[in-house]
């Protein structure tokens, strides 16, 4: 049983360039959440979404970020016109039930560097 | 907002010695979990806590939930090399989303 696949494991990009971040949850979980960490620090919450909806964005800044998980297919983390202090890892999760009470498994991660 | 605090951000400790580290939520919590990231790492599922004054093991490790549901602790018995990363606290209250503490990065020396 696969876990949580995240892709790329590396992505380097250069100030104003998009980066797309993919996450494909575990099989039978339907309930992603995107996470970033700076170094040194904790996980700040993004995004929580299920298949074709978003659930809560509170943690999404206003501009640039946008998320998605389509009925087929990863869920997708966009980042638009990236800038450097966008750099940090960004982490996946997946649950099987929702309402952020079920235990999270998370992915390996895309550390995103931008030059 | 919700604020999960936890201390200390350090730790380190000879091998063999005890370790804890604490989480403080400013609003009461319905349920608080906790993780684990080893160095380059990702996060990973230690345990949920639910109840009020609700206490866990896990072989060297004790988790406790304070009874009025806004601290939670987690012990080590006699540390482990195995045992170094980042332990976070995760808390969730009322329509709040689960809410990360920054974590305790426990260091051993042998």
């Known amino acids: 049983n696969a876990g949580v696949m995240q892709n790329p494991r590396h992505l380097v990009r250069r100030r104003g360039q998009e980066a797309r971040l993919r996450c494909s949850p575990m099989?039978?979980?339907?309930?992603v959440y995107w996470y970033r960490q700076l170094p040194e620090e904790g996980l700040k919450f993004m995004v929580y979404?299920?298949?074709?909806?978003?659930?809560?964005e509170s943690g999404m800044p206003k501009e640039r970020f946008s998320a998605e998980f389509p009925k087929e297919g990863p869920s997708i983390l966009r980042i638009q016109q990236v800038v450097r202090g966008d750099s940090a890892a960004y982490f996946c999760?997946?649950?099987?039930?929702?309402?952020?009470?079920?235990?999270?498994?998370f992915g390996p991660g895309t550390r995103l560097t931008v030059l | 907002g919700q604020q999960v605090m936890q201390i200390p951000q350090y730790q380190h400790v000879q091998e063999g010695e005890d370790f804890t580290t604490y989480c403080n939520s400013s609003?009461?919590?319905?349920?608080i979990q906790w993780y684990k990231q080893r160095p380059g790492g990702h996060p990973v599922f230690l345990i949920q806590?639910?109840?009020?004054?609700e206490v866990k093991k896990q072989k060297r490790l004790t988790f406790q939930f304070g009874e009025a549901k806004k601290n939670s602790s987690l012990h080590i018995t006699a540390t482990q090399t195995t045992d170094v990363g980042t332990y976070f606290c995760?808390?969730?209250?009322?329509?709040?989303?689960?809410?990360f503490g920054k974590g305790t990065h426990l260091i051993i020396q042998p």
């Open positions: 999760a997946s649950s099987l039930q929702g309402l952020y009470t079920d235990t999270q498994y």
């Open positions: 099989k039978g979980h339907s309930h």
């Open positions: 979404l299920q298949k074709e909806n978003i659930i809560d």
């Open positions: 609003t009461t919590l319905s349920n």
């Open positions: 806590l639910v109840k009020s004054g």
């Open positions: 995760a808390g969730r209250g009322g329509a709040d989303g689960l809410t």
